[in-house]
């Protein structure tokens, strides 16, 4: 068993930031990747940004400049810092973990979901 545990969103006005985390823990041998995905009220989930144990990060385009993906191995917790938030960054955001159990089997869990809201 793995679990996701996201910090929480809330609401925050436009030009604002926030901060989101997720630690992992359970029976992880592994983690190659950690990611934050966001799905918007009547849209499909889409990736925002990842990063990889060695650190190489990839990003939305809708996001570049704005929000920056961190993580620290050693905890097992990814980071989100958004900011100049704007209200289209509306959305329920979901922590992402992919690697390898302690049963050597395939790792890809999913956290709750926090909902963050941008507006005045």
């Known amino acids: 068993q793995v679990q996701l545990v996201e910090s929480r969103g809330g609401l925050v006005q436009p030009g604002g930031s926030l901060r989101l985390s997720c630690a992992a823990s359970?029976?992880?041998?592994?983690?190659?990747?950690m990611g934050w995905y966001r799905q918007a009220p009547g849209k499909q989930r889409e990736l925002v940004a990842a990063?990889?144990?060695?650190?190489?990060?990839n990003y939305a385009d809708s996001v570049k400049g704005r929000f920056t993906i961190s993580r620290d191995n050693a905890k097992n917790t990814v980071y989100l810092q958004m900011n100049s938030l704007k209200p289209e960054d509306t959305a329920v955001y979901y922590c992402?973990?992919?690697?390898?159990?302690?049963?050597?089997?395939?790792?890809?869990?999913w956290g709750q979901g926090t909902l963050v809201t941008v507006s005045s």
């Open positions: 992402n973990v992919r690697g390898v159990t302690v049963s050597l089997g395939g790792l890809d869990a």
């Open positions: 990063i990889t144990s060695g650190g190489s990060t």
């Open positions: 359970g029976s992880i041998f592994s983690i190659n990747r």
